[in-house]
């Protein structure tokens, strides 16, 4: 026993030499962390002071440390930020669906402004802004070296007011200008249409409107066709829509999954991770349903699509998003200003990670830039003659009236996609592979 004693108490008090020889260069290390850290400080300090006495011209000393904020915020990442009280003010406006602007979500790619996406009925829509874009000046005044709240800040102003907009595109060989005038945005965040017996989903933004109004606007659809039985399917059109909220992304996706993970969140340390499970109920009652997305399909646009299609819920057709898969949480400061800080990346239900490689779709359509000229239409004219067009042809008398009623109908149905498919080519193939679908019929 006396042994026994011993010997623990020698392990124990080696055991207590060990620790402390391992501690003290951890504990100094940890010291000279903070010192420099302090060091650091006093720069910042010294350099604040030296700008405010002997800067050519007098600086607003709380610009200047909204702008040292921005500065630290912004070299992390391209959405991290300040936002000052009016620039926070601002954002809780846009998530609630009406705002003053010109309708562009806009990021910072290596230093210069990308449009991620225009915003469905908004001025720079209507002018011809497109996802993908490079905008380089603003009314003649260069934004390269801007952070992102000083772009945007240079192109806000009062509503009414024209906006010169000089842009890069990828296939034009010269910059050129746009012209818009600005506007305020109000924001439809779901447009709800039935194309044959195909209901289109057109979600523009993720906001607080957002389920209501895809609920709402499905079951009008539906009832406006006579019932379920009338409608072969969905199309979740998610083309050029920046994303937003988190929780409207969830419950979009949660709308047509009986079960299942949605999505997961994981931050830095592994227990604030999260996981959003579907529960029970699907809208579209089991029917098939075809998303569409593009470049300009981002965040919340990337979470639904990459859910529907891991689950394989949805066909998902187009072009590969934009690549935005993290979190951002928005974090009230004091003086009602807030900081925008990436805290977390998002992951498919598949445990795939979005960031910077996007959805990609399972059939890629790309969207035509340019359509038929005049000459090719007479020529298409001029080769769809047929028999029943030429002088004296006969007649078929094989059919009834309610026959050749049915016929007819049905080719004025194929004629009307045939003119969707000019019109808008990504919808209409979207809507031929639900028909294609509806006709397989559901799974025994």
Known sequence: MKKFLLAAAVGTLTGGVVTTQVAAPLLAQEAAKTTNVYEQLDLFGDIFERIRAQYVEEVEEGDLIEA??????????????????????????????????????????????????????????????????????????????????????????????????TVVREGETEPFDISIIRDTIKLTAVRARTERDTVVLRVTTFNDQTYKNLESGLAEQIEDAGGDDNVSGIVLDLRNNPGGLLTQAIKVSDAFLEKGEIVSTRGRNP????????????????????????????????????????????????????????????????????????TARYYTPSGRSIQALGVSPDIV????????????????????????????????????????????????????????????????????????????????
């Open 271 to 342: 227990e604030d991770g999260e996981r959003f499970n579907a529960t029970p109920g699907d809208l579209a009652e089991g029917k098939p349903i075809v998303v569409l997305i593009n470049g300009g399909s981002a965040s919340a646009s990337e979470i639904v699509a990459g859910a529907l299609q891991d689950h394989r819920r949805a066909v998902v057709v187009g072009t590969k998003s934009f690549g935005k898969g993290s979190v951002q949480t928005v974090m009230p400061l004091r003086g009602d200003g807030a900081m925008r800080l990436t």
């Open 68 to 165: 040292a904020i921005n500065g630290m915020l912004t070299s992390l990442d391209p959405h991290s930020s300040y936002l000052s009280p009016d620039d926070a003010a601002d954002m809780r406006v846009q998530t609630r669906g009406e705002f003053g602007g010109l309708g562009i979500e806009v990021t910072l790619e290596e230093g210069f402004v990308k449009v991620v996406s225009p915003i469905d009925g908004t001025p720079a829509e209507s002018a011809g802004i497109e996802a993908g874009d490079f905008i380089t000046h603003v009314d003649g005044e260069s934004v390269l070296g801007l952070n992102l709240n000083e772009a945007v800040e240079l192109m806000r102003g009062p509503v009414g007011s024209e906006i010169v907009i």
């Open 365 to 444: 359509v790309e969207q035509p830039r340019s359509r038929q000229t005049e000459d090719e239409e007479e020529d298409t004219n001029r080769r769809t003659r047929s028999e029943a067009d030429l002088r004296g042809s006969l007649g078929n008398d094989s059919l009834s009236e309610d026959e050749i009623r049915q016929i007819e109908e049905e080719r004025a149905k194929a004629e009307e996609v045939a003119k969707l498919r000019e019109e808008d080519y990504q919808l209409a193939y979207a809507i031929d592979i639900l028909k294609g679908l509806s006709a397989l019929g559901p799974e025994e």
